[in-house]
């Protein structure tokens, strides 16, 4: 059974920091991993994707130059490491894993979720 964990969702004011982590379990292959958001009253989107290598990753522009996505396959963690957060990063951030090494941007390609966990940046 695979599964997916995030922790190191909190409030945080304007400008500042948070690292989410996201950790796997029950699968034994480099798979892909993105993270979403979703902010209520809007539809999930894609934030960042890293490759099951770690070698590639691709962010959505609005976080470019703020988010960094990261890897660990030993210890089966992939990080998202948010700075000079914003009000409008505000949502609930979730990770997924798309069996396979290669990710996608799209909510439908992804297989496995977490349950998510509370980003709300303050001005």
């Known amino acids: 059974q695979v599964q997916l964990e995030e922790t190191g969702g909190g409030l945080v004011q304007a400008g500042g920091s948070l690292r989410l982590s996201c950790t796997t379990s029950g699968r034994t292959y480099a798979d892909a991993v993105g993270w979403f958001r979703q902010a209520p009253g809007k539809e999930r989107e894609f934030v960042a994707a890293i490759s099951g290598s770690g070698g590639s990753t691709r962010y959505v522009d609005s976080v470019k130059g703020r988010f960094t996505i990261s890897r660990d396959n030993a210890r089966n963690t992939v990080w998202l490491q948010m700075n000079s957060l914003k009000p409008e990063d505000t949502a609930v951030y979730y990770c997924?894993?798309?069996?396979?090494?290669?990710?996608?941007?799209?909510?439908?390609?992804?297989?496995?979720w977490g349950q998510g966990t509370q980003i709300t940046v303050s001005s």
């Open positions: 997924a894993l798309k069996r396979g090494p290669y990710y996608t941007e799209l909510v439908s390609g992804y297989d496995y």
